[in-house]
């Protein structure tokens, strides 16, 4: 009825003639449970659930079932006469799903499994503990490095897709009923704000096509980095003139006491 490591903890057993159930002929067993209770052979564990509904996996949906699809269509049509072909089918399926799982759960994962490397290095800085943090850190930048590249084609899928409010909404401010416009979406032709999702995208994407320019500086402002720049200089000859005085003097020393 119970487990061996239950047993000790539930007493008080007893039949309850009074509670059977008339349409049945099961007799009801009643026991009580030790609410509180621990073993130390249990181990705390952290379980972490991954809400795959999220818009955030939309990236991996999309991604796993390309892969899925590709993998379909591998799969030879002679497969269902031969088992031995199909139970490597399913393999491949499932190192499919899992592997691709492993490479996109997410940088938390990594970045978790990264702190006790990092811990370990300060406490004890030998050169084994220094090759592991490295090797982990690197891991964690190739990770960083490919979800940002996963959010920027998603970005750019979204903006060919023409869903174009997702991309602008987050420039816009609501505070005080003012909206604040970013360059990006003025016209430089009418010095107007575009309206249709169809200008700014078009604005969007032609402004940050364009290389970056330099800053327009006025008078005032080249007249001081002129400053800055005559300071530096002259604070430069000054140190140059001073090592060359000093190492004269450290030549010229022993010279001297060598002639007296």
């Known amino acids: ?3 061996s490591s239950l047993f000790p903890l539930c007493s008080n057993w007893r039949t309850d003639c009074d509670e059977m159930d008339v349409h049945s002929d099961h007799l009801p067993i009643t026991f009580n449970i030790k609410a509180v209770w621990s073993s130390s052979k249990i181990e705390r564990q952290k379980i972490e659930t991954w809400n795959l509904k999220s818009n955030k996996w939309e990236q991996f949906r999309r991604v796993l079932a390309n892969r899925l699809e590709e993998w379909r269509n591998n799969i030879p049509q002679w497969l ?8 490597i089918a399913v393999e491949q399926w499932t190192d499919c799903i899992t592997g691709f799982a492993k490479i996109t759960i997410g940088i938390r994962t990594k970045a978790q499994e990264s702190a006790p490397i990092e811990k370990a290095f300060r ?16 891991l964690l930048k190739r990770k960083l490095r490919q979800e940002k590249q996963e959010h920027m084609i998603k970005s750019i899928q979204n903006l060919q897709e023409g869903n174009s409010r997702q991309l602008f909404s987050q420039f816009r401010s609501m505070n005080s009923n003012k909206i604040t416009v970013i360059p990006s979406i003025i ?3 009418t010095n107007s704000i575009a309206k249709t999702n169809s200008e700014k995208a078009e604005l969007f994407v032609s402004w940050f096509s364009q290389p970056p320019q330099p800053p327009g500086y006025s008078d005032e402002i080249e007249d001081h980095y002129q400053l800055v720049e005559d300071d530096i200089t002259s604070a430069v000859e000054m140190t140059r003139e001073r090592e060359l005085n000093d190492w004269t003097d450290i030549i010229i020393d022993p010279h001297q006491c060598h002639i007296t």
């Open 187 to 189: 016209c430089p032709g």
């Open 123 to 138: 406490r004890n800085r030998t050169e084994e503990n220094y090759k592991n943090y490295k090797q982990a850190a690197s």
């Open 80 to 87: 269902s006469n031969d088992p031995q072909q199909l139970n």
């Open 1 to 3: 009825m119970c487990s």
